[in-house]
């Protein structure tokens, strides 16, 4: 059975920063492609960032230079270090993974994600 644990997720102010993690297990595919998803009230899911077997990364424009995706493939866990917070980042963030076609492919597409985490809240103020 596949598992997504997120944790890390909180309130902080405009400037903050913030380290989500997301715990996967139960995963036996060859090459897995992980992302970060995130859904504000009212607004559909968005990709924010996501990384293939390899380590390639893809980002949101609204998070390029802020956030930063990685993984631990030993551990098939994922992470996402958010520095510079701004209030529009305020969301549910959601880990999503799924199998991938090549190492080194990982569309951020939310139908690339068959496994999904039950979220973790992110609020920042102003």
């Known amino acids: 059975q596949v598992q997504l644990v997120e944790s890390g997720g909180g309130s902080v102010q405009t400037g903050g920063s913030l380290r989500l993690s997301c715990a996967v297990s139960?995963?036996?595919?060859?090459?897995?492609?992980m992302a970060w998803f995130r859904q504000a009230p009212g607004k559909e899911r968005e990709g924010v960032a996501g990384?293939?077997?390899?380590?390639?990364?893809t980002y949101a424009d609204f998070v390029k230079g802020r956030f930063t995706i990685s993984r631990d493939n030993a551990k098939n866990n994922l992470y996402l270090q958010m520095n510079s917070l701004k209030p529009e980042d305020t969301a549910m963030y959601y880990c999503?993974?799924?199998?991938?076609?090549?190492?080194?492919?990982?569309?951020?597409?939310?139908?690339?994600?068959?496994?999904w985490g039950q979220g973790t809240q992110v609020t920042v103020s102003a």
């Open positions: 990384i293939d077997t390899i380590g390639s990364t």
């Open positions: 139960g995963l036996t595919y060859r090459y897995i492609c």
């Open positions: 999503a993974a799924g199998t991938s076609k090549y190492a080194n492919w990982c569309p951020l597409s939310i139908t690339q994600f068959p496994h």
